[in-house]
T-cell receptor, first 115, second 110 residues
Framework: DSGVTQTPKHLITATGQRVTLRCSPR?????VYWYQQSLDQGLQFLIQ???????AKGNILERFSAQQFPDLHSELNLSSLELGDSALYFC??????????????FGEGSRLTVL | GQQVMQIPQYQHVQEGEDFTTYCNSS?????IQWYKQRPGGHPVFLIQ?????EVKKQKRLTFQFGEAKKNSSLHITATQTTDVGTYFC??????????FGQGTRLTINP
């Protein structure tokens, strides 16, 4: 158990819909990262937050948005869903260093299926 | 932007054979990390290399960081069925985002 909690574990929805994925980082971790992993693909970096502020942005679509709340949990919002958005979405957190220089602890992921 | 290339994409070996995966970055890295993802699981941190030319060992696993801090490798000696999974390298430039390679999926014939 990494200490990172992601909900929901599985989600099935239709094209055009909007979903929210939630992540609770390890206790004390200030950095939260979101990654997308499509079938048999690598980990595509989406976005990073540090103590509530956006720190780095990757290949995140405009239809996707995220935020980190004062209690440090984070949410990833995916809207106008397309079939190609079906993937496993991982959240990870890292120790409280500036910019998150340490190892990442991954949650078990949220598997999104868009029909 | 920063890219981290990892090869091979797939590797199938007989149990007991060695295995190596290679990682190359387009830019100089401040550090590189390695992760293992078991089938159906999530990535788990294995190790971090920081210094130029650094070599670290974990039992049958040997990790190297290149002199120019642009490449790295993971070598597993005498693979076992428990080594099955996908191995990812992840490179960091400065204190910014961690960019993952595409991963090498290792399968083993017992």
């Amino acid at each position: 158990d990494s200490g990172v909690t992601q909900t929901p574990k599985h989600l099935i929805t239709a094209t055009g819909q909007r979903v929210t994925l939630r992540c609770s980082p390890r206790s004390g971790d200030l950095s939260v990262y979101w990654y997308q992993q499509s079938l048999d693909q690598g980990l595509q970096f989406l976005i990073q937050y540090y103590n509530g502020e956006e720190r780095a942005k990757g290949n995140i679509l405009e239809r996707f948005s995220a935020q980190q709340f004062p209690d440090l949990h984070s949410e990833l919002n995916l809207s106008s869903l397309e079939l190609g958005d079906s993937a496993l979405y991982f959240c990870a957190s890292s120790a409280p260093f500036e910019g998150g220089a340490g190892e990442l602890f991954f949650g078990e992921g949220s598997r999104l299926t868009v029909l | 932007g920063q890219q981290v290339m990892q090869i091979p994409q797939y590797q199938h070996v007989q149990e007991g054979e060695d295995f190596t995966t290679y990682c190359n970055s387009s830019t100089t890295l401040s550090n590189i990390q390695w992760y293992k993802q078991r089938p159906g699981g999530h990535p788990v941190f294995l190790i971090q290399l920081v210094k130029s030319g650094e070599v670290k060992k974990q039992k049958r696993l040997t990790f190297q960081f290149g002199e120019a801090k642009k490449n790295s490798s993971l070598h597993i000696t005498a693979t076992q069925t428990t080594d099955v999974g996908t191995y990812f390298c992840a490179g960091r430039v400065g204190a910014q985002k961690l960019v993952f390679g595409q991963g090498t999926r290792l399968t083993i014939n017992p």
